[in-house]
């Protein structure tokens, strides 16, 4: 029991790139309604900043980045090269306790589950990643017109409330 809010992290199928040593797992609805339920909890987007600001972001959300883009091409990677952000564990201190009830999201949930390992690490005992993160899953079937395209489940397919607006506060990330 997390606050107000009862939690089963049992019950979602995840596959390897989104598990995290802690095995908390929601998806993004269901942290809508932990959020709604539970003033205490915390929503963290680790994100790139320029992903926050552009792509949008859950109202509620504090943006630390796990890692940020560079302005390079990483042709074995077929996207621009990641610089890890040194302060990331950091940067969530100052925000957040270690037992807090921490919420982590990403585009598709796999930085996510990193971000979570990090903070695991760092004695973080409470952090769940957010399964479908804020973009969603790729629709996987080929014979459908958004082939390719995140369309399925996270936080904007799931029609949760995002913006593009941005409250200076929110941004916590500082090189």
Known sequence: RQGSTMIDPKRHEVSEAR??????????????????????????????????????????AVNIPLATAADEFDPSAGALRWIPNPRFVDQVGAWADKGDLILVTCRSGGRSAMAVNALAAAGYTNAYNIIDGFEGDKVADATSPDHGKRRCNGWTNSGLPWTYAVDPSRLRYQQ
Do not use: M, W
């Open 19 to 60: 598990r995290t040593q802690l095995g908390l797992y929601v998806t993004s609805a269901e942290a809508a309604d932990i959020l709604a339920a539970d003033a205490d909890a915390k929503l963290l987007d680790v994100r790139s900043p320029h992903e926050y600001v552009f792509v949008g972001h859950a109202e509620e």
